[in-house]
């Protein structure tokens, strides 16, 4: 008995049963010299033993979307992670009818899991492709982390959902990147402003057919866009959303925007208002049913969740004033400044460490990790050495502070960060 057969029919499978009758002989995936067709997918599926727990997606595109497509078929929660990741920590209680894990930043240095449906997921991914034309004649470029919640709906779900191929590049380097480019007519290139501002200064834009060039993960300064309008007469799109909701906002103007504050119009199927507290309750399809661990004054389920941000709405277009997020942003990477402290402590080198972002002097990098730590024994170097062991190279913090005084270490984070600016 084939494995689909063990089990009733998913939705997402449903949905890639479908896209596989329609494009079945097409290319799904260029990756280097490898050319996967959809039907190449579907036999690499075949040959995949039933799944009987949670799936975790991890590796390239072709190993995402297989191990997606293996979720979907034996109707397991998916969770897609880094490919280096260690293996995280599912949550012991996983609710009825959840198709689809992402993680956020949690308090005690772990990760938390959100629980999506597969209606919320096909929501998400069909609002975007419908907002920005996602189509099966132009491929999407994957040069951003299709584990990450922005690759995932922009790149994994209009692949299995819609038909829509990806040429993935395995690194993001301008001369990869140019080769990817020549040999499309036309391609949809989603990416974070330090990836956008490398192409910049790089060139290689100047000959890149690029349809829609979409920019998310982190805020996209004036500059930035102004400066490749000007040059290559090309418009980054701004794209904002959540790993909470998925997409929410998006600028699809053709001109450059004149307030770096401008987040787009919501989209379709999306109602955004102002909360009482100031920050954007979100309302839509695409909502997740909630975290594995709730804080005290969040809100999320039910179709709404209240981001972090604080912000207005202007002409029906949302306006950012601030972020409220605990979460450091480093050039779209975003991590949970418990989880560096939990490291820095674990090394026994400190009796106490308190972590923060601290605004970069490169727009696009938007952040960077500050340590303040009371040193126990042995130098600065000790720890710093330890925590390279322990972190990813862009997790490791990048100024420290070893001479805080008592009254530092009884501020908040958001307290540090505005002290410690410079």
């Not at 007519?185 to 979409?214: C, E, N, Q, Y």
């Not at 998310?216 to 980054?236: D, N, Q």
């Amino acid at each position: 008995m084939p494995p689909n057969s063990r089990r009733p029919v998913s939705l997402l499978h449903e949905r890639w049963l479908e896209t596989l009758d329609r494009h079945r002989d097409r290319i799904a995936i260029i990756d280097g010299q490898d050319r996967w067709t959809f039907a190449d997918l579907a036999d690499r599926l075949d040959a995949s033993p039933p799944a009987l727990f949670p799936v975790i997606a991890r590796g390239g595109v072709p190993e995402v979307a297989v191990a997606v497509l293996r979720a979907w078929r034996d109707n397991q929660p998916v969770l897609p992670v880094e490919k280096d990741a260690p293996d995280p920590d599912l949550p012991l209680l996983i609710p009825d009818g959840t198709a689809h894990l992402k993680l956020t930043p949690g308090i005690a240095g772990k990760p938390r899991a959100v629980f999506f449906t597969a209606a919320q997921i096909a929501a998400d991914a069909d609002r975007l492709c419908m907002a920005m034309d996602l189509d099966p004649a132009v491929p999407n470029l994957a040069a951003i982390s299709v584990t990450h919640s922005y690759g995932f709906s922009n790149i994994i779900l209009p692949l299995l959902l819609r038909g829509v191929p990806v040429h993935a590049v395995e690194v993001p380097f301008p001369r990869v990147v140019a080769d990817a480019f020549a040999i499309h007519d036309r391609l949809t290139v989603s990416a974070v402003p330090s990836i956008w501002k490398a192409w910049h200064r790089s060139g290689i834009l100047a000959h890149a057919r690029i349809s829609l060039a979409i920019s998310a993960g982190a805020p996209l300064s004036l500059e930035l866009e102004h400066a490749v309008h000007e040059s290559f007469a090309l418009k980054l799109h701004n794209f904002y959303g959540a790993s909470e909701c998925g997409g929410i906002s998006f600028d699809s103007s053709n001109s450059p925007r004149s307030s770096a504050a401008d987040l787009g119009t919501p989209l379709d199927g999306v109602s955004v208002s102002i909360h009482e507290s100031g920050r954007f309750l979100v309302t839509s399809g695409s909502v997740a049913s909630g975290y594995a661990q709730s804080r005290e004054g969040e809100l999320l389920g039910g179709g709404r969740f209240l981001t972090q941000d604080f912000g207005s709405l202007q002409d029906d277009r949302l306006m950012l004033a601030s972020s409220g997020a605990e979460s450091i942003n480093v050039a779209g990477r975003k991590i949970g400044p418990a989880k560096i402290e939990a490291a820095l402590m674990a090394t026994g080198l400190v009796a106490r460490a308190r972590v923060f972002g601290v605004p970069s002097h490169d727009p696009e990098r938007v952040e960077e990790i500050t340590a303040m730590v009371e040193l126990i024994s042995g130098s600065l170097d000790g720890v710093r050495h330890a925590a390279i062991d322990a972190l990813a190279g862009w997790e490791c913090p990048r100024h420290w502070i070893t001479d805080a005084t008592e009254e530092a270490w009884r501020l908040g984070r958001a307290e540090l960060k505005k002290r410690y600016a410079s």
